[in-house]
């Protein structure tokens, strides 16, 4: 199956530290009465429901991918090279992993990311300003595809020469030694666009989940690095006795727990700046500094993620992109779930008492956004590409693949 941190592999399942409620995720909940038998069968019968929702969303999404959106080349866009096919594939074979056998939509993508393989390992178009971006997405793809086609009989399979070169290829570009870079420079350990001179948040993140997904532990020298960088866009002074937190000026200037988008050439916040100077935090990037910190080993005990914890109580939300609004709403979405599932948490339990079941929610959101034709696309701000039905969708169907029960998926 594709690599997640299990209900045995993470603390964050037996850790309350969102909920008052206890969590009741996968076989932590045992029958002891016969109450709680009964409120286990609502549960599974609950469960079950949201399941056959997710199903109707998701079989509408890929219908439109396969009938819709892909070029003639097997792209899903002619936007950022193999990025959006990359994460459109990966979404189609969250659902239905049997398409890498059986779906000629499927194969002629993988087939177009097979021809963006450069002589350096990486997967991106010729003269890119978005190498580790469309490598990231390509990975994620092709480890989907790899894992579902299985074993091709000889013990290995398919693609693993090339997701061992894309690996060597991400761990190559990112900002360390190599690049002249040591760890107490703020670029340390980030990954970036091409055509600007610093890395960022959301590239980091995604080289995060690249490497996890093509088995790196959280001990993993890359992984660790990358923790360096994350950390430094934490609005949080660093803790006591923390290998990696933000030492830079803006780490207590807001000290809300949240997350910016680098503090790399002098910082940068998309959400702008406070009077004081301080960079504000905002949901998206929050959310893929949760992700990559457990990635990275953190506990639900380590401060760095009790803050974070602590900002997403405070902002907990499924109208807006907490700090940004519409903007990039549904990479939000995408990280939301994400993260939240990584975290293994069924409820957040948000300031002022509020318990929210996050998978309801998102799915009953989703169903409300989804357009006639099965896409999903960002009609308040096409702000990074959410104009790109395809690239949206493809995020739709990732969320959704995080909200299904264990037992669906």
């Not at 209900?7 to 076989?27: D, I, K, R």
């Not at 405070?314 to 549904?330: A, C, H, R, T, W």
């Not at 069924?346 to 998102?362: F, I, T």
Request: charged share 25%; aromatic share 8%.
């Amino acid at each position: 199956m594709i690599h997640r941190l299990s209900m045995t592999a993470t603390p964050f399942v037996v850790a309350a530290a969102l909920s008052a409620v206890p969590f009741t995720h996968g076989n932590l909940a045992r029958a002891e009465s016969p109450e709680q038998g009964v409120a286990a069968t609502t549960e599974a019968e609950q469960g079950g429901n949201l399941d056959r929702r997710i199903n109707v969303l998701v079989d509408r999404g890929i219908e439109f991918l396969r009938t819709r959106g892909q070029n003639e080349n097997g792209a899903f866009s002619g936007e950022t090279g193999a990025a959006v096919t990359g994460l459109c594939v990966r979404a189609i074979l969250e659902h239905r992993p049997a398409a890498v056998n059986n779906d000629p939509v499927v194969k002629k993508s993988l087939e177009f990311l097979e021809s963006k393989i450069q002589p350096d390992g990486g997967i991106y178009e010729t003269g890119s300003r978005y190498r580790n971006y469309e490598t990231s997405s390509a990975v994620l793809a092709l480890v989907a595809a790899s894992e579902a086609a299985g074993d091709a009989g000889d013990g290995h399979r398919k693609y693993d020469s090339i997701l061992r070169r894309a690996e060597m290829f991400l761990k190559e570009i990112q900002w360390d030694e190599g690049e002249g870079v040591t760890p107490s420079d703020t670029a340390y350990g980030g990954a970036g666009y091409g055509s600007h001179s610093r890395p960022d948040l959301s590239n980091t993140s995604f080289l995060v989940e690249a490497l996890h997904e093509l088995g790196n532990d959280a001990e993993d020298e890359a992984i660790q690095k990358a923790l360096n960088f994350v950390a430094r866009t934490q609005n949080l002074s660093p803790p006591e006795g923390a290998a990696a937190g933000n030492d830079t000026a803006h780490g207590e200037k807001i000290g809300d727990g949240g997350f910016y988008y680098t503090p790399a050439a002098g910082g940068e916040s998309k959400a702008g700046e406070e009077v004081n100077g301080g960079l504000r935090s905002y949901g998206s990037m929050t959310y893929a500094g949760l992700k990559s910190m457990i990635y990275a080993g953190l506990t639900p005990e380590d401060p760095r993620v009790e803050a974070a914890l602590g900002f997403i109580r405070k902002n907990y939300s499924l109208e807006k992109n907490p700090g940004m609004g519409p903007q990039g709403l549904f990479y939000y979405y995408h990280t939301f779930a994400k993260a939240l599932d990584v975290a293994g948490l069924e409820v957040v339990d948000a300031e002022g008492g509020k318990v929210h079941d996050w998978r309801v929610e998102l799915v009953d959101t989703l169903e409300s956004l989804q357009q006639q034709d099965g896409s999903w696309v960002n009609r308040d701000s096409d702000r990074w590409m959410e104009g790109d039905r395809q690239l949206v969708t493809a995020y739709c169907l990732l969320a959704l693949s995080h909200a299904k029960s264990d037992a669906s998926r």
